[in-house]
């Protein structure tokens, strides 16, 4: 079983940056792609982010590319999501998820464990 916990919400204004983190504990996870997600009220959770086991695949949703950088540290169990440039379209609660394997995929039920999920709120 693998713990996820997210950190680094909050509310900022546009033009602004956060850096969201999520730690992994009761397994190693460096083994496995992981993503990040984001739901917006009323819409359904998509993918912003993945990276692969390696940290040499990544993926960017359109809407954030140039924008955001995913990144991961194994030996911390850690994965981060860079964000920049915030917009209040941004606006979600946001995402970590373990990948049932090693490869990048961008479908979420490709990922076996998530997080409890982290605000990020962007004013304009």
């Known amino acids: 079983q693998v713990q996820l916990v997210e950190s680094g919400g909050g509310l900022v204004q546009a033009g602004g940056s956060l850096r969201l983190s999520c730690a992994a504990s009761g397994r190693t996870v460096s083994s496995y792609a992981m993503g990040w997600f984001r739901q917006a009220p009323g819409k359904e959770r998509v993918v912003v982010a993945a990276?692969?086991?390696?940290?040499?695949?990544?993926y960017y949703t359109d809407s954030v590319k140039g924008r955001f950088t995913i990144s991961r540290d194994n030996a911390k169990n850690t994965v981060y999501l860079q964000m920049n440039s915030l917009k209040p379209e941004d606006t979600a609660v946001y995402y970590c998820?373990?990948?049932?394997?090693?490869?990048?995929?961008?479908?979420?039920?490709?990922?076996?464990?998530w997080g409890q999920g982290t605000q990020v709120t962007v004013s304009s």
């Open positions: 998820a373990v990948g049932r394997g090693r490869f990048l995929t961008v479908v979420g039920d490709e990922y076996e464990y």
């Open positions: 990276v692969g086991w390696s940290a040499l695949t990544t």
